[in-house]
T-cell receptor
């Protein structure tokens, strides 16, 4: 069954508002990755987090990996219409394969 | 570089028919994967390969077979298609390990009637 849970499933925001998606695992992860899939497109790698408590930023995107390495979040500041798409987290346990969350679909109203 | 390519892009099958999806990558990656994507389910791993001549089962392998005769190609076969296999299929590859960044192909949309 699904080992990586992601919430919310959908998020509708007004352009300029912030957005956060959360990823939770019942087991400790060795790393976590984030992908973005534009409507009709394919997943594209955004970032990988490896260390406990790690925080990384890419322009308006902030990624966090929890202290216990069981959860992660992606925060977008001041959303733009170009941020539209589905954001997936993917976790891996030691020596295992990537397990993808169900994704959060973000829509941005201009 | 073309990256990861998939053929065909779209296909409609009747129940019981067979077909093969082809994935090719020109990045010399060791690891290759086949996923299916269904609404609300995210990406689920069907089969994967850690190198030429090797394959292994993922989360949802039933009804599918794979082969990796050449390093650059990973084939996904459906021997007897069922409506439950209607989905979007993505191939991916990664260079270093099972947990490394993955590069995805454009996908194949398959409908089984």
């Amino acid at each position: 069954g699904q080992q990586v849970m992601q919430i919310p499933q959908y998020q509708h925001v007004q352009e300029g508002e912030d957005f956060t998606t959360y990823c939770n695992s019942s087991t400790t992860l060795s790393n976590i990755q984030w992908y973005k899939q534009r409507p009709g497109g394919h997943p594209v790698f955004l970032i990988q987090l490896v260390k406990s408590g790690e925080v990384k930023k890419q322009k308006r995107l902030t990624f966090q990996f929890g202290e216990a390495k069981k959860n992660s979040s992606l925060h977008i500041t001041a959303t733009q219409t170009t941020d539209v798409g589905t954001y997936f987290c993917a976790g891996i346990r030691q020596g295992g394969k990537l397990i993808f969350g169900q994704g959060t679909e973000l829509s941005v109203k201009p | 570089n073309a990256g990861v390519t998939q053929t065909p892009k779209f296909r409609v099958l009747k129940t019981g028919q067979s077909m093969t999806l082809l994935c090719a990558q020109d990045m010399n990656h060791e690891y290759m994967y086949w996923y299916r994507q269904d609404p609300g389910m995210g990406l689920r791993l069907i089969h994967y390969s850690v190198g030429e001549g090797t394959t292994a089962k993922g989360e949802v392998p039933d009804g599918y077979n794979v082969s990796r005769l050449k390093k650059q190609n990973f084939l996904l076969g459906l021997e007897s298609a069922a409506p439950s296999q209607t989905s979007v299929y993505f191939c991916a590859s990664s260079p270093l390990s099972l947990g490394a960044e993955q590069y995805f192909g454009p996908g194949t949309r398959l409908t089984v009637t």
